[in-house]
């Protein structure tokens, strides 16, 4: 008989969120993953090594966020010449806030800034070390509408009416192939629909909708291509028309229908707009931060991409606009702002930031979830789920142990 040595240890006084509940139950670690108890006490006749009191809370899995541009000064776009610095801090920043893997995202830019940055921004796995796990980077753009640009600049926007080659030469295949998790495009932009099923079967990346003026029609057309996603659903993107719904028109599919991303700040969305997409489709959200360099650092002036933002009181603008560009959020705060927006549950909240994006990018054996062989990036939340303590392969990150510094 296969035995298994690591140490073990079991969490206990918990409510455990797995299958789409919060079960009072005890969960189990060990070499890095949730295992099943059973072959420890019935065939090994172990005892946990290690046991940990949850006081009461709630265990989840480790936040996921596939879409956040910096933090703590670091802008994945914007520092090109420090860029291992910037994944190496960021990734240790969020651990401790709970985001235990996320997309490294980059905002529309010029090819040679993607050939410089991307072998960075590739998969790296999650540890005290490494800080949260690196999914691949979310590539936002350049391949947009211009009327939906947001905070992207527009002389860096692109059409592929070449095809493939014209995404070979903007990022490289071989790069997205290697070092991307996904990436956002607008259906109606010359050449993309008719080349994401190659792009798909070429790479194995994921597609999503965004920065979009695309019709219905040609929302569904991407979707039916291989798209999977709407990137942060209602901003930059053709607004709701009776008629013509867009790309929100995809949430009322009779069929199936995509992921969305949506920032849940307070700020980027009406809380009423966040309520309709819980309505329509909550299997299908996946909370995004959105957040940029001035994430957890003072207001002042900072850059996205290229771009000067001004941060005050909470939000990000490009200097001397009324542009939104990006958030300063978390994701525990977005989890605990769609609660109270839609009134939706612990779990559905929690999933959000957790099952869906797992699901979205095709990861939700590993990542995600609580599941027997899964990795071992758990979250100790109170009832408020307000973060108490988190662990990532097993190992819990503190203050002490994850050290990384802020960019000023
Ligand atoms: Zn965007």
């Not at 860029?83 to 920043?93: D, P």
């Not at 920065?211 to 990137?231: C, L, R, V, W, Y």
């Not at 939700?364 to 662990?391: C, E, M, P, W, Y």
């Amino acid at each position: 008989m296969e035995s298994s040595s690591g140490s073990i240890t079991q969490f206990y006084n918990c409510l455990v969120l797995k299958d789409h509940n919060l079960v009072k139950d005890y969960l189990y670690v060990q070499d890095g993953k949730i295992i099943d108890p059973a072959k420890m006490f019935w065939e090994e006749k172990r005892t946990p090594d290690v046991r940990i009191d949850c006081k009461g809370g709630i265990v989840a899995p480790g936040y996921i966020d596939v879409q956040i541009n910096g933090a703590f000064g670091y802008d994945f776009s914007n520092d090109t010449d420090i860029i291992e610095e910037a994944v190496e801090n960021i990734s240790k920043g969020l651990l401790l806030q709970g985001c235990t893997a996320y997309c490294p995202t980059t905002v529309s830019s010029r090819p040679e800034v993607y050939h410089k940055v991307l072998p960075h921004l590739g998969p790296r796995k999650g540890s005290i070390e490494n800080g949260a796990a690196v999914l691949g980077a979310h590539i936002e753009g350049p391949f947009i509408s211009p009327q939906k640009k947001g905070a992207h600049e527009l002389a860096t926007l692109r059409t592929a009416k070449n095809g493939l080659s014209d995404f070979d030469e903007c990022y490289g295949l071989e790069n997205l192939r290697k070092y991307a998790a996904y990436v956002t495009m607008a259906p109606e932009v010359e050449g993309i629909t008719d080349t994401i099923s190659a792009l798909i079967k070429e790479t194995g990346i994921s597609i999503a909708s965004g920065h979009s003026n695309a019709t219905t029609a040609q929302a569904d057309e991407a979707f039916k291509k291989g798209a999977n996603m709407i990137t942060h659903l209602f901003n930059a993107m053709h607004p709701f028309h009776q008629r013509d719904p867009g790309i929100i028109g995809l949430l009322g599919a009779s069929d199936s229908r995509p992921f969305y991303g949506i920032i849940c700040d307070g700020i980027h969305v009406h809380p009423h707009s966040v309520m309709i997409a819980y309505y329509a489709h909550p299997n299908g959200a996946c909370l995004v931060t959105d957040a940029m360099s001035a994430q957890s650092l003072p207001d002042g002036f900072y850059k996205l991409g290229e771009m000067d933002v001004d941060v005050h009181g909470g939000h990000v603008y490009i200097k001397g606009t009324n542009t939104i560009a990006g958030s300063i959020a978390t994701l525990a705060e977005c989890v605990r702002k769609f609660i109270k927006f839609t009134g939706a549950s612990k779990v559905e909240a929690l999933e959000n930031a957790t099952l869906h994006p797992a699901q979205m990018l095709g990861i939700s054996d590993k990542k995600g979830t609580l599941t027997h062989g899964a990795d071992a990036d758990i979250l100790i939340l109170n009832q408020d789920l307000d973060v108490q303590r988190v662990f990532i392969a097993g190992v819990e990150a503190t203050s002490n142990n994850v050290r990384f510094k802020q960019k000023l």
